[in-house]
């Protein structure tokens, strides 16, 4: 595929997550603060994400497995997440701890078991999002071309 | 754990910015990924960023408590912190600060998720310069540095 191909593929995908709500203005953000002298920082800072979205969750399925629920300690863990959810621009992630922090303040067992099944998805989801547009974005680079920046208003 | 960006070495008790001088901020947040969020919109903005985990451990670096060691550290210009952390709050830490005779004078912001209005007035009132909502933007930190500037003589 020609690189102008590529780079275009990319604005549509980037677009189209915006679009679907997986990401909000908030990645734009991040996006900004790359540069030529931290050229991986959107990578490190999501893969950072997935490394303690993955702990939180595991933590999270403990807790609510246990005979007393302590439901302290699952908003606490859920608000974290939620707050790094919405650090990177993880949109739906954000809005699945909106609704599973709801849950907790009623303690509805119930209701706290499908939110974290929803939030899981969500994770799952914008994970695959985020693998293809690093893997769009490492074409481009390996084509000797530059990733394009997403305007807001688009 | 602490990162620094290098300080200065300054035992200065004046507070003014000198001209041409890179604002020291420490930054006090227990998630890692704030922590980087925040130094890099510091330093993108021409900061030296020192970072803390915990306000255990910006009490620590500040030496707060300690009168003869008390802002010896590389001068600080302001202190950001998060609200809500485990063991001391950031509203504990500024009441700390403002205890201090020496950094009572340092310009403190709290940072937190949740706009909370009994929140943001317990922290105005106890002495925080600003309250803003995570995750912070390019436009809060220009807004920061106003205010670091206007400690310019």
Redesign the interface.
């Known amino acids: 595929m020609e690189l102008v191909q590529i780079q275009r593929s990319l604005v549509d995908y980037t677009k189209s997550l915006f679009m679907e709500g997986f990401l909000d203005a908030q990645f734009l953000q991040l996006q900004q603060l790359q540069d030529d002298s931290n050229p991986d920082f959107v990578f490190e800072v999501v893969s950072l994400f997935f490394e303690d979205s993955e702990k939180l969750l595991n933590e999270l399925i403990i807790a609510l497995d246990q005979p007393n629920v302590d439901f302290k300690k699952i908003d606490s863990h859920v608000h974290q997440l939620k707050g790094s959810s919405s650090s990177i621009g993880a949109q739906r992630v954000k809005n699945a701890c909106i609704a599973f922090r709801n849950y907790c303040d009623v303690q509805n067992i119930e209701g706290c078991l499908t939110c974290l099944q929803q939030v899981k998805q969500e994770c799952y989801l914008v994970k695959n999002k985020f693998e293809t547009l690093f893997r769009l974005e490492q074409q481009i680079m390996a084509s000797g071309g530059s990733v394009p920046t997403i305007e807001l208003g688009f | 754990m602490l990162g620094s960006g290098g300080g200065s070495g300054s035992c200065s008790k004046d507070m003014a910015v000198e001209l041409g001088d890179e604002p020291h901020v420490l930054v006090v947040d227990d998630?890692?990924?704030?922590r980087?969020?925040v130094e890099?919109?510091l330093k993108?903005s021409s900061c030296k960023v020192t970072t803390a985990e915990n306000a255990l451990r910006a009490v620590e670096y500040l030496r707060l408590g300690n009168d003869t060691l008390e802002g010896t550290v590389s001068e600080v210009n302001m202190i950001i912190t998060d609200y809500?952390m485990p063991g001391m709050t950031g509203y504990e830490l500024l009441k700390k600060i403002k205890e201090s005779s020496v950094l009572k004078e340092v310009p403190v912001i709290i940072m937190s998720?949740e706009n909370i209005p009994t929140r943001i007035s317990q922290c105005l009132e106890e002495g925080a310069k600003m309250f803003m909502l995570?995750?912070l933007?390019?436009s809060d930190v220009k807004q920061l540095k106003w205010h670091l500037m206007k400690c310019r003589n």
């Open positions: 998630s890692l990924i704030d980087k969020l890099r919109l993108n809500c998720s995570k995750p933007k390019r």
